[in-house]
């Protein structure tokens, strides 16, 4: 959950815990809006990710390989 942090806190935190995460399994990331300067830095590190718009200020994104 990032909603609460400051800019660039929840790009920096997901960007950080990418490398840890096992290739079956899925980044559950709780937004407050669509973070659209986070995707071309998952596509270069070759992550693919899913967007469920809940309201304006509530984002789900599931990042994965």
């Given at each position: 959950?990032?909603?609460?942090?400051?800019?660039?806190?929840?790009?920096?935190?997901?960007?950080?815990?990418?490398?840890?995460?096992?290739?079956?399994?899925v980044?559950?990331?709780?937004?407050?809006?669509?973070?659209?300067?986070?995707?071309?830095?998952?596509?270069?590190?070759?992550?693919?990710?899913?967007?469920?718009?809940?309201?304006?200020?509530?984002?789900?994104?599931?990042?994965?390989?």
């Open positions: 959950d990032v909603r609460l942090l400051a800019m660039p806190l929840p790009m920096a935190m997901i960007l950080n815990e990418l490398p840890t995460l096992p290739d079956d399994h980044l559950f990331v709780h937004h407050k809006k669509i973070p659209k300067f986070l995707f071309p830095e998952l596509a270069e590190r070759g992550y693919q990710w899913r967007i469920q718009i809940i309201s304006e200020d509530d984002v789900k994104l599931f990042i994965f390989k």
